[in-house]
């Protein structure tokens, strides 16, 4: 709670000095725009990976997945088929939701996406599932990690290319961007016209080491707080 009492301080400061702050993340809208309000965050969300664009009250869909629910049909029908058992669509426990039981042998979807499809499961589904959509196609990209009980589907032949595009759609309409992240997930190459900084213990690769602008030595949320100190 002090940590969390430390960044709105210093959120409020930058904000005084004319920054915007935002949020940026492959997860849901609802989860964005709930976590957006406990902070008091009040700039543009990017949710889905840079899928969805909202600011001021105003959503706009920048890549969308065509026959999303035709891909869903037919994740339950490769879980079915291997006796997996289906559970409510839920929330990633960093959203205080609860991931399904995979070692019994359960998986949901994701809940509250609107551009892309994810699956919490067993190691063993998640690998059927990279198989089954695993052929040539152009509509959509897929994240397919077994290790992690991960899969998705999202909008694109290179889903990791939606969020740099989406920032560099704010870049043209004359925002200087400044991304804070903490995995190469969060890494926009300098083409886009943003500038990357990370936390401390962030799991980037050594040429995104290289080349990000500045790379706190403190964790998570301290991390964030440095970097927004170096910014203003």
């Known amino acids: 709670l002090g940590d969390i009492a430390m960044l709105k301080e210093k959120m409020a400061k930058v904000k005084e000095n004319g920054f915007i702050i935002g949020l940026c993340s492959d997860s849901p809208f609802p989860q964005l725009a709930y976590l957006a309000e406990t902070l008091g965050i009040d700039g543009p969300i990017l949710a889905e990976n840079g899928n969805i664009l909202w600011f001021e009250g105003k959503s706009v869909v920048l890549h969308a997945l065509p026959e999303i629910d ?9 879980a079915d088929m291997h006796g997996f058992q289906k559970i409510d669509d839920c929330i990633a426990p960093e959203f205080g939701g609860t991931a399904p039981m995979t070692q019994s042998g359960q998986w949901s979807f ?12 067993p ?7 990279g198989v089954s959509f695993g052929g040539d196609q152009t509509s959509y990209s897929i994240d397919c990690s077994p290790e992690y009980g991960f899969f998705a589907l999202h909008p694109g032949e290179n889903y990791k290319k939606n969020k740099g595009k989406a920032l560099d759609l704010l870049v043209a309409y004359g925002h200087a961007i400044v991304m804070v992240g903490n995995s190469m997930s969060d890494w926009v190459d300098p083409e ?10 962030a799991r980037i690769q050594p040429h995104v080491v290289n080349k990000a602008a500045y790379i706190s030595d403190k964790p998570v949320i301290q991390g964030v707080i440095d970097i927004l100190e170096h910014i203003v």
């Open 123 to 129: 190691a063993e589904l998640i690998k059927k599932l």
């Open 192 to 201: 886009h016209g943003v500038v990357c900084a990370f936390v401390g213990g």
């Open 70 to 78: 035709a891909y869903k049909e037919q994740v339950m029908l490769v």
């Open 110 to 121: 994701g809940a509250g996406r609107e551009t892309s499809v994810t699956v919490f499961a």
